[in-house]
């Protein structure tokens, strides 16, 4: 058996059930070197609270469900190392998302999130690129440059999930989500350009422009572009929001 | 299933903590904070300007405060304010409007660089006499 | 009426993984009243870490036939009821090694004795369709493999259960069951967000706990021939392949690769556990997948990893039986032989199955509380996954 370098690291993690004041536990826990921070958080409920609450399904940045804030900026544990957050000293400080009800520790109320995409009606599959590879991260690290695929005689195109897994980490990190309790936010503005995009329908085209012209649509966006930051799996939704105003001054300008 | 809500006052105060977030907030943060002091300084001009209707004397005392070296360095701070906010603007309505988003790092940095020149050039008009 | 209102059984589901929620979803469509315990997140078990593969049934088709034709006829099910949820670009069971190629026949034979459509393509044709497969390449057989997220799998089956009246209780951990005689008659339950205790009283509960299921069945006195077994896989920082890429051969380590969205997951491995609720990932694992990877597509060692997961399956016990070779079929446990009547196990299986095992058990639990409504869920199509949280 290869033997793992194990690091010891102390997590403060915030703490909060019904009916209790909010507060901070700090447990140390013994991970390998290589572990990601769900690794750590499992090793805290299995070994040292098992009060402990948290989302998580996947571990593998498709689900969207652990999103959280590693030392106050919005992560996802499952693909985040513990090397790459800590600094080997300072407990690393876990925080539930911003913008949402918290229902116990990690775990939040996602169902306004999910409510604005519904509105949005986003289909979570879309037809896949002609080429491969293909990566969210850019492909310099590899230094592949994309080849065509043929399709199999059976399939007219192949098809893929979107990019955005619905982790609402855009939606945390934006800051007038905290200003405006009924902004679609970067996730439902940027799902509204993506099914935009996915139809001819002029009822349906109406419709989500309409939406994102709204009181509580693209205009309420600031430009701290902290969304793209943000998110982990490159959607750029404040490239989507500006994408739309550009549609919507457009079709203003075609009307006259 | 009962939830805990933060306060709204602390997260409309979000913005301003701008600690391990990236270029774009920074930005956003210095144009809210400019901006109010913009606005702050709307009026103070106002009521400095109705010394004017209070006559010669009265306009005369604060024409000579105005040439003191600490109001030429709040006049200098100003100077900066309005360059900041006006050429952040310009990259917020040019993105604002999907030109140029992928570069809005650049822009700023651009945009920030020349306001950090004029702001040198004209300080040392100010100041040089 | 309110009378009737007090005859419709309650049946508590302990586990919402893509047995639990599959479960869920039968019964409320049989008009029954649904409980879900889970003590965590939907798919936070088991389910939420598999490899995401819609299976056609090929990996299954020469050593265990049953559970190869299960799985082809719940994939052609599910292409039905969840068509929004799928990535359909079909898979490919690859030759690399003269022994490969010996297996080709056999394949091919499994395949048609499986009702698995199966197409021998050509070698250059495979290289077009996926530019990145081992050019070494000896055979390529098209099969339709699909790939699915587990996560909303279990949610869009618990989304319909809920608009069928399902309740389901994520952060709630099962401690204990009451029982009356010899008959189970409701859970012990702790509340996670508050640590407050309840106590939910049920006709019937169903353990669909995955590798848990020893432990909840313990708690009502009886025991499940379960034997956890965990694997690992690799996921990578970009997406090599479009179609699932699948060693032609028996059964083996790392010898799937699954695309899905802008990744490519390479599985598995196989090993036993005691405890499912901490599990250490083994380096020489990850070192396998990434060496096993590589032989189908040699870009596999340049590419960075964005994850690695590990989780135990729940297979079911035969004395003796190499964990590779365990059959991956599913089987229903009725305790009341055991002296928990009202107690009923569903373990094994995989999530391509789920539907299928939920319908074998949502009989087995009708025909106890005699309830005689047929199953719907082959065809009824699956609610957005969007509204469980609504």
Redesign the interface.
């Known amino acids: 058996m290869t033997s793992m370098k194990m690091v010891e690291v102390p997590l403060q993690i915030f703490r909060y059930k019904e009916g209790e004041r909010p507060h901070y536990d700090t447990f140390t826990v013994q991970v390998p070197e290589t572990a990601h921070v769900i690794d750590a958080m499992d090793a805290v409920w299995a070994m040292h609270d098992r009060s402990f609450t948290f989302r998580r399904a996947c571990h593998h940045s498709s689900c969207g469900s652990c999103s959280l804030r590693i030392n106050g900026v919005e992560k996802l544990p499952c693909i985040t190392r513990v090397t790459d957050v800590w600094d080997g000293r300072a407990p690393l400080r876990l925080d539930p998302l911003r913008n949402f009800a918290i229902v116990s520790d990690l775990v939040v109320d996602v169902s306004s999130f999910f409510q604005r995409l519904s509105a949005a009606g986003m289909a979570i599959t879309r037809d896949a690129e002609p080429s491969l590879p293909l990566s969210v991260d850019g492909l310099a690290v590899i230094g592949v440059s994309p080849k065509p695929v043929e399709l199999p005689e059976n399939l007219s195109c192949f098809n893929r999930f979107e990019n955005c897994i619905e982790c609402a980490i855009c939606m945390s990190a934006c800051p007038t989500m905290a200003t405006d309790d009924k902004f679609l936010g970067p996730a439902g503005l940027a799902a509204i350009y993506r099914a935009r995009q996915k139809t001819d329908n002029p009822i349906d085209v109406a419709h989500l422009l309409g939406m994102a012209d709204g009181e509580h649509g693209v205009w309420r966006c600031h430009s701290a572009f902290e969304c793209t930051a943000a998110c982990p799996q490159a959607v750029d939704p404040a490239g989507k929001i500006m994408a739309l105003r550009r549609e919507l001054i457009g079709r203003r300008f075609k009307k006259r | ?6 306060p709204k006052i602390r ?2 105060g ?2 301003i903590d701008v ?7 920074w ?2 943060a210095l144009n809210r904070l400019t901006g109010i002091g913009l606005v702050v300084y709307l009026y103070l001009h106002l009521g400095v300007l109705s010394q004017l209707a209070r006559g010669q004397s009265s306009w005369d005392s604060f024409v000579s405060l105005a040439r003191s070296p600490y109001y030429l360095a709040l006049d200098v701070l100003l100077l900066a304010g309005i360059l900041i906010h006006g050429l952040n603007g310009l ?2 309505a040019l ?4 030109i140029g ?2 570069a ?1 790092k650049t822009l700023f940095g651009i945009l920030m660089l020349v306001a950090a020149v004029a702001l040198v050039a004209a300080a040392l008009k100010i100041f040089g006499g | 009426m309110a009378s009737d209102l007090m005859l419709i059984p309650h049946v508590i589901i302990v586990g919402a993984g893509s047995t639990g929620a599959a479960t869920a979803h039968d019964l409320a469509l049989r008009g029954l009243r649904v409980t879900v315990i889970e003590r965590g997140e939907v798919a936070s078990g088991t389910t939420g870490r598999n490899h995401c593969l819609l299976h056609a049934g090929g990996r299954y088709c020469v050593t265990d036939r049953e559970s190869a034709i299960e799985c082809i006829d719940e994939n052609m099910i599910l292409r039905k009821i969840m068509p929004d949820l799928l990535e359909l670009n079909d898979g490919l069971f690859v030759a690399l090694t003269e022994a490969d190629l010996a297996f080709k026949e056999r394949f091919l034979e499994g395949c048609a004795a499986c009702h698995i459509p199966a197409h021998d393509i050509p070698v250059k044709r495979a290289l077009a369709m996926e530019p990145f497969l081992n050019p070494s390449t000896l055979a390529a057989v098209q099969v339709p493999d699909g790939v699915f997220e587990p996560f909303r799998f279990c949610l869009a089956f618990l989304a319909t259960a809920r608009l069928h009246g399902a309740v389901v209780r994520r952060y709630a951990e099962v401690t204990d069951f009451i029982s009356s005689g010899k008959n189970v008659t409701g859970a012990k339950l702790k509340d996670r967000r508050t640590g407050k205790s309840e106590t939910l009283g049920a006709d019937l509960v169903v353990n669909a706990a995955g590798p848990w299921a020893g432990e909840i069945a313990a708690m009502a006195g009886v025991s499940v021939p379960e034997v956890p077994t965990a694997g690992v896989m690799v996921a990578l920082d970009c997406r090599l392949n479009n179609m699932v890429l699948n060693r032609l051969n028996k059964p083996s380590d790392g010898d799937i690769v699954v695309p899905q969205r802008a990744t490519s997951v390479i599985g598995t491995t196989s090993w036993t556990v005691k405890d499912p609720d901490l599990i250490s990932i083994p380096p020489e694992h990850v070192e396998r997948m990434i060496s096993q990877g590589e032989q189908l597509l040699p870009l596999v060692r340049k590419v960075p990893m964005r994850a690695k997961m590990a989780v135990a399956r729940p297979l079911i016990a035969r004395r003796g039986e190499d964990a590779r070779k365990v059959s991956r079929t599913f089987e229903c446990f009725d305790h009341a032989a055991d002296g928990a009547n009202g107690f009923v196990t569903i373990a094994g299986g995989k999530t391509t199955t789920a539907r299928a095992m939920a319908e074998r058990v949502a009989d087995i639990v009708c025909d106890k509380l005699g309830i005689a409504t047929a199953c719907r869920t082959r065809d009824l199509p699956l609610a957005s996954y969007r509204l469980f949280y609504q």
Do not use: P
Request: no cysteine.
């Open positions: 299933m009962a939830t805990l809500n933060y997260q409309a979000r913005w600690r391990r977030r990236k270029l774009g907030m930005a956003y990259r917020v993105t604002g409007f999907d988003v992928r809005q």
